[in-house]
């Protein structure tokens, strides 16, 4: 059954660093999105992405926050200068067209990258 | 705007009885409805959705959940609890006519299963 990877699985970096995050979501899907779950709190929408464009994103994704599909397959969450509260575990999913009353929105998350900023 | 309730941060029931976890929504629009599970460790796991048409949804591992509109409630029952369910469950709610919805997450239960 296709998925949705993550890596890296879990990144440890240094406040003021940028890092990536990187996903693959599911090859026929065309709607991708960011969320995050910091520790102990509940899942928190980022970003939605379609068409090389974003399409909605939260007040949490501020300029220090981007996205990317910089090729055919991957997806990329860019933090610009990591802050001790961007610790997290970060949640990519992507879902195909959905028809209205049909009910193909369904989002598939991946894994998870757990982000720690020292 | 929309909004997700879970009634219970932490439910314990003995392995073989019945599980019951509360969820209450709030939409302006007609909603799409979800449990998602998490095992430790693990990411979000689709169980269930409602989307249009039948209220009694049906999903993995033998859980169902029933949309009650009037009610605004989606619960998540099992009739009999199983070691493997312990995890924590999430209920989610979308705007359900636009394909890029983003999902509004509750805060989670935790199911413990004692033997």
């Known amino acids: ?118 | 705007a929309q909004s997700v309730t879970q009634l219970g941060s932490h439910v314990s029931v003995s392995e073989g009885a019945l599980v019951l976890l509360r969820c209450n929504y709030s939409s302006s629009v007609p909603p799409y409805l979800f449990w998602y599970v998490q095992y430790p460790n693990q990411g979000l796991q689709l169980l269930l959705k409602y989307t249009t048409g039948a209220t009694l949804v049906k999903g993995i591992n033998g859980f169902e959940a029933e949309f009650k509109k009037s009610e605004t409630s989606f619960h998540l029952t099992k009739p009999s609890a199983h070691m493997s369910d312990a995890a924590e469950y999430f209920c989610a709610v979308s705007k359900g006519y636009s394909s890029a919805s983003k999902i509004i997450f509750g805060s989670g239960t935790r199911l413990s299963i004692r033997p």
């Not at chain 1, 909605?56 to 055919?72: A, C, L, N, Y």
């Open chain 1, 1 to 118: 059954e296709p998925e949705v990877t993550q890596t890296p699985s879990h990144q440890v970096t240094q406040m003021g660093q940028e890092v990536i995050l990187r996903c693959v979501p599911i090859s026929n899907h065309l709607y991708f999105y960011w969320y995050r779950q910091i520790l102990g709190q509940k899942v928190e929408f980022l970003v939605s992405f379609y068409n090389n464009e974003i399409s909605e994103k939260s007040e949490i994704f501020d300029d220090q926050f981007s996205v990317e599909r910089p090729d055919g397959s991957n997806f990329t969450l860019k933090i610009r200068s990591t802050k001790l509260e961007d610790s997290a575990m970060y949640f990519c999913a992507s879902s195909t067209i959905g028809v209205e009353g049909q009910g193909t929105d369904t989002q598939y998350f991946g894994p998870g990258t757990r982000l720690t900023v020292l």
